[in-house]
């Protein structure tokens, strides 16, 4: 039987799949609108999100909600998760299995809000849908694959480090509006019939990649 929206989230609380619950005070599911037409795609929680339980609601928060605010988004009209729901510890990167263990939630959120418009924040949300890409190429940019639309932003705690990242993401947001708006002439269309066949030789690659390393032929 299908989850509802808030049966997810409380499941999703519960979760120790991995090594990031045990150093964590509690699983960060997500926080916004259930119906969102708009799903934003962070990190991993940080030290003021693992306290509230809340996502993006420390100093790099502060700042998504002034990047929402300057194209006219209320962040109560969003849905906003990330690619790990507890903390890495000391705020580390996290690891590849601690992002795969984390992706039943991610692919949970999406198929259950069924966004219209993924808003990927920094390389980790990026390389979910586009591992080949680099964020410091394609920021700014949004695509249209799989008849959705992805907008690629670098992580907003740039900002805190360098302000002069603050223009680059300000700038970068305005994509989303003209989105919003019914202009997509900035959207460049990766869903071509091309493209699909390259995806999915690709998959079948990578599965056969797979299936050979689990016969321990590191080929
Ligand atoms: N950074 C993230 O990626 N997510 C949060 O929730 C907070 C900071």
């Not at 499941?11 to 150093?23: D, N």
């Not at 993924?118 to 980790?124: I, P, T």
């Not at 740039?158 to 989303?176: E, K, P």
Request: aromatic content about 8%.
């Amino acid at each position: 039987m299908e989850l509802t929206f808030d049966q997810l989230i409380e499941k999703c609380k519960k979760c120790s799949k991995c090594r990031l619950r045990s150093t964590a005070t509690q699983v960060v599911p997500g926080d916004g609108n259930p119906k969102a037409d708009i799903m934003f795609i962070g990190e991993g929680p940080g030290k003021n999100e693992d306290i509230e339980g809340v996502p993006f609601c420390g100093a790099a928060g502060k700042f998504l909600d002034e990047l929402l605010a300057s194209i006219d988004v209320k962040r109560e009209d969003v849905f906003i998760t990330n690619m790990v729901r507890c903390r890495p510890p000391g705020n580390r990167d996290p690891e590849d299995d601690e992002i795969q263990a984390c992706r039943e939630w991610t692919n949970a959120f999406i198929k259950i809000i069924t966004p219209k418009v993924f808003v990927l924040l920094g390389r980790f949300a990026m390389a979910k849908f586009f591992p080949k890409l680099k964020i410091s190429q394609v920021h700014g940019n949004a695509y249209r694959k799989w008849n959705r639309l992805f907008v690629i932003m670098y992580h907003p705690a740039v900002a805190l480090y360098n302000g002069s990242f603050r223009d680059t993401l300000t700038n970068d947001m305005t994509i989303l509006r003209e989105i919003l708006d019914g202009d997509e002439s900035r959207v460049e269309n990766l869903d071509d019939e091309k493209n699909e066949i390259k995806d999915m030789l690709e998959k079948k690659r990578e599965e056969k990649k797979g299936e050979k390393s689990q016969l321990g032929l590191n080929l």
